[in-house]
């Protein structure tokens, strides 16, 4: 199954235009551990570790492209970004219930260089002077990364570990997968009518995000290198 969408956009094209950082950012050494079986549990509970933080302030920033969304827009519009923040209040609880299974004292954790390098660039998008066109094309590319790395360790001959599964299944599952391209009609959606400006703006953002993915990815990776 494909994870960009097959009708022609801006988002379709920019995914074209960096097919090897996404490539890079989706097809990374850490995923590719998980879906042939031989990744180390000690990388696999840094990467939860580090995660969890990253979601706290994910959803700040989610929070944000909600305020965002025109008000001339469709209700299903802010309802889509809603939907996304109503998931994340369950995420939180889920990362909470596996850490007590890989015994993570997440409290105890401290987010690493990566990691802060991440959600300042999130905070940046939090603000007021990034538009809501911008800000729901990242909300997109973030949730597009997860969710095409995950579906892969569901294909037909991967061997992620069972343990493992209910990770997987939470960003890899199709109902996230459509919801994902959701996310990719309301981008381009609110593309439709920008400034050159913001058109270059957002695509700059896309490709900030795949670089800040793998730098995600390598900071679980290299812990115990």
């Not at 990388?43 to 990253?54: A, G, L, R, T």
């Not at 995420?91 to 401290?110: D, G, H, M, P, Y």
């Amino acid at each position: 199954m494909s994870t960009i969408s097959e009708s022609r956009s801006f988002t379709t094209d920019w995914l074209h235009q960096n097919h090897e950082l996404y490539t890079a950012a989706t097809n990374h050494t850490f995923i590719a551990s998980i879906r042939d079986g031989t990744i180390d549990v000690i990388n696999f509970k840094h990467w939860m570790e580090q995660d969890y933080h990253f979601v706290r302030e994910f959803v700040r920033f989610v929070a944000s492209v909600l305020l965002k969304v025109p008000r001339d827009s469709p209700e299903q519009d802010a309802d889509v970004i809603l939907g996304g923040l109503t998931a994340l209040e369950s995420e939180i609880s889920w990362f909470r219930k596996e850490a007590n299974f890989w015994q993570i004292f997440l409290e105890k954790v401290t987010p690493l260089e990566s990691n802060k390098e991440y959600c300042e660039f999130l905070k940046e998008l939090e603000g007021t002077e990034t538009p809501y066109p911008v800000a729901v094309v990242a909300f997109w590319m973030i949730e597009l990364v997860y969710n095409a790395s995950f579906m892969s360790c569901l294909e037909e001959g991967s061997k992620t570990p069972f343990e493992l599964l209910s990770t997987v299944k939470r960003w890899g599952s199709l109902e996230f997968h459509q919801y994902v391209h959701s996310l990719q009609q309301l981008a381009d959606k609110a593309l439709e009518n920008v400034s050159e400006a913001e058109l270059k703006k957002a695509h700059e953002v896309c490709v900030r995000i795949l670089e800040l993915e793998i730098k995600f990815w390598d900071m679980a990776t290299i812990q115990t290198g």
